[in-house]
């Protein structure tokens, strides 16, 4: 999808995502030192607003203007300063480096989505985090949602591969299990969770 789908399916309803931060996100930035963070392709914001409720600086990038104007009229309601950028998380936007750069479901094949994490990885200052969580491709036969091709359903070598020779040191990277509520009852989905970090000057 492109940018003007985008816009046209982030027009369609209230919120696609959820109002709330990924789980995953709470926990891995539990203990960090608040600083700079990137949500790169971060929809309407939901990472990134909870970032700057913790005292992140946070900068929403995402390519859809619609995605863009709900999230920072969410800000305003919810009394919240974040940055929101206007670009292609795959054509390499000219962003400074940040101590926190979040990747969260960003929906695309095999190529755009290694371009998009390698600019991801380059963008780590030092002693900063890099954190990857996507729908891993087992969850389209063993897991609940996420996307039905397995184009965008990427590995956990995937992402390491991605990432490789970009200076960081991984430190998690293995398949989790997110809880799915659904009308049917409680399903589980199998995401990917990559952690990797720069050493510090």
């Not at 913790?54 to 900068?59: K, L």
């Not at 995605?67 to 009229?73: E, F, G, I, V, Y």
Request: proline share 7%; charged share 25%.
């Amino acid at each position: 999808m492109d940018a003007a789908a985008w816009d046209e399916r982030y027009a369609a309803s209230d919120l696609v995502w959820s109002a709330g931060p990924n789980a995953f996100v709470v926990e891995e930035v539990a203990g960090l030192t608040p600083g700079r963070a990137i949500d790169l392709a971060g929809g309407e914001g939901r990472n990134a607003l909870w970032l700057a409720e913790q005292g992140w600086d946070a900068e929403l990038v995402e390519f859809s203007a619609v995605a863009l104007d709900k999230a920072r009229a969410i800000a305003e309601r919810r009394g919240v300063t974040v940055t929101t950028t206007l670009a292609d998380a795959t054509a390499a936007p000219d962003l400074d480096p940040a101590d926190l750069v979040l990747v969260c479901y960003l929906q695309l094949p095999t190529a755009p989505l290694a371009r998009a994490l390698g600019h991801a990885a380059s963008l780590v200052a030092p002693g900063g985090t890099l954190l990857v969580i996507a729908h891993e491709r087992d969850n389209l036969e063993h897991g609940h949602g996420g996307p039905p091709d397995p184009a965008f359903l990427p590995t956990v070598d995937d992402v390491l591969t991605a990432i490789d020779g970009h200076g960081l040191t991984v430190e998690r990277a293995e398949q989790v299990r997110r809880p799915v509520e659904t009308d049917e009852g409680p399903r589980e989905a199998i995401d990917l969770l990559v952690r990797a970090a720069r050493p510090a000057e």
